[in-house]
């Protein structure tokens, strides 16, 4: 199964934008998806290549950049940037960041280790990264005016 690319990231682009604290904080984003590929030369060593996704099929690793700008001259308190994973993706990770997810569409949030999922029998499990629906960071600390940065996360092609 292909995915159309050009509708894939107009729904990213729309899932990324933070709403109300984009207005109040002026804070810039900038999303990025890239494909992940391992390539290997003559000599057999391999490297990983990221590449612009013209088509990706089922199983494809996608790497999510998400960069930031303070494009204000005050700081920016309480910044929340919240990213629902596109309906074609399973989330894998989110490298050395700790967000946290939601796996009921966005109503509860927590770090996954701590999530479980209600089984349609009633029973509960623990979340799986499969189970993300909502990837949410919360900055601690002020975006100083100015300031930059960059988030990442990983997903899989469903």
Known sequence: MEI????FFLAL?????PGQALAA???ALD????????????TGKQRVLLEEPKVVVPGDKLVFVLNYRNASAQ????????????S???FADAGDTRPLVSVDGGKTWGLLP?????QADGQTRAAQPADVTHIR?????????????????RGVVK
Do not use: C, H, Y
């Open 4 to 7: 159309n690319m050009r509708l």
């Open 13 to 17: 682009a729309a899932a990324v934008v």
């Open 25 to 27: 904080n002026q804070v």
């Open 31 to 42: 999303n990025n998806v890239f494909v992940e590929r391992v390539s290997t030369d003559a």
């Open 75 to 86: 700081p920016a308190d309480k910044f929340v940037i919240t990213n629902p994973m596109p």
């Open 88 to 90: 074609a993706v399973s």
């Open 114 to 118: 701590q999530m479980t999922v209600r």
């Open 137 to 153: 960071w919360a900055f601690q600390q002020p975006i100083p005016a100015g300031g930059t940065g960059k988030l990442m996360f």
